[in-house]
């Protein structure tokens, strides 16, 4: 990925709904962001971020400091605002307000040290180490983010008493030949729907064959029906044009996956198969196959209803013990 590219990436996630106000305080249209914690802020708790150390928060401006494509794929790891603030104050006491943007600075010092300095806001079991910078440690912060969001969704989904089975997490890496739904282009971004969950990948502006290459997790209940697949034109004053659709039939990766129990005693195989048909938008037959003790699935998809298009996807089964 070239810089450029991560840049845009970026620049989208920084342009979502609820990364338009600053994680921290709210004040509207923030430029900084902490790279390894994965929120955006405005200037004023950049300042208090900053003094805490990078080894807490690596703090850089959006606009005018140079990322590394580490720094970019990390906060793009986290997914911004919603899903850090998920963690970080997941526990926050009943009546308790969070500073706001006219806050004095002693206000946001204290707020901030305690929500992420002495984590005094996530649930009691959790506790997140920090990092210094360098592509493992990245990895590895934004990895323990996501990776306490999904134990997260495990709390609410015991609380609605919904049985979950797994998780399923979705590399879209990259789009072939994508409708035209602007002059000469699109700006395409792909959804995926699960029951009431929804969750999607950035805008790429102005690219029929678009390359993301990012993650999207599903919690997966039994019995759980297809994934609804949706590709969107973005558009800045009007509705967004769909590009294309397509359903995925999770259920022979969920088979195969749950039939073999403990995965880590097996070595590299082939454990199951999703079969092309007419009644499918696959390409070709899908393989799912045991490599390096994870349940993954390549699939090519021709996407529906629409002109043209295909969409390259793999899948990997995530056990709820992980």
Not at 52 to 72: C, M, N, Q
Not at 188 to 200: A, D, E, H, N
Request: net charge negative; charged share 25%; glycine share 6%.
């Amino acid at each position: 990925m070239s810089n450029h590219q991560g840049f845009r990436r970026l620049k989208d996630l920084m342009f979502k709904s609820e990364n338009r106000v600053c994680a921290d305080c709210g004040a509207p249209d923030p430029k900084w962001a902490s790279a390894n914690i994965g929120v955006f802020i405005c200037l004023k708790c950049s300042s208090v971020h900053r003094s805490l150390g990078p080894h807490i928060s690596k703090v850089l401006s959006v606009t005018l400091d140079e990322w590394s494509e580490d720094e970019i794929e990390s906060i793009i790891d986290v997914g911004g605002n919603s899903a850090a603030n998920a963690i970080y104050e997941a526990s926050l006491p009943d009546g308790f307000s969070k500073p706001g943007p006219n806050a004095s600075n002693d206000e946001r010092l204290n707020f901030i040290r305690s929500k992420y300095e002495r984590q005094e806001f996530l649930k009691p079991s959790l506790r997140i180490t920090s990092f210094a910078s360098g592509r493992s440690s990245h990895t590895s912060f934004s990895r323990r983010i996501l990776d306490s969001f999904l134990d997260i969704n495990i709390l609410k989904k015991t609380e609605n008493n919904e049985e979950l089975v797994g998780f399923l997490k979705v590399k879209v890496i990259k789009g072939t030949d994508l409708a035209i739904r602007d002059m000469l282009t699109s700006d395409p971004y792909v959804i995926l729907i699960l029951g009431q969950q929804k969750v999607q990948t950035t805008v790429v502006k102005s690219n029929l064959n678009p390359v993301w290459n990012e993650i999207l997790t599903l919690s997966i209940p039994e019995n759980c029906g297809s994934v609804k697949l949706q590709v969107f034109d973005h558009d800045m004053f009007s509705a967004d044009d769909i590009m294309g659709e397509a359903e995925i039939d999770i259920q022979p990766l969920v088979t195969a996956a749950t039939a073999y129990g403990d995965i880590s005693q097996f070595g590299n195989m082939q454990v199951g198969k999703w079969l092309k048909s007419n009644d499918n938008a696959l390409i070709n037959d899908s393989i799912i196959n045991i490599v390096d003790g994870k349940v993954r699935q390549e699939v090519l998809l021709k996407l529906q209803n629409v002109e043209c298009g295909e969409l390259q996807l793999e899948l990997e089964w995530i056990p709820l013990d992980q």
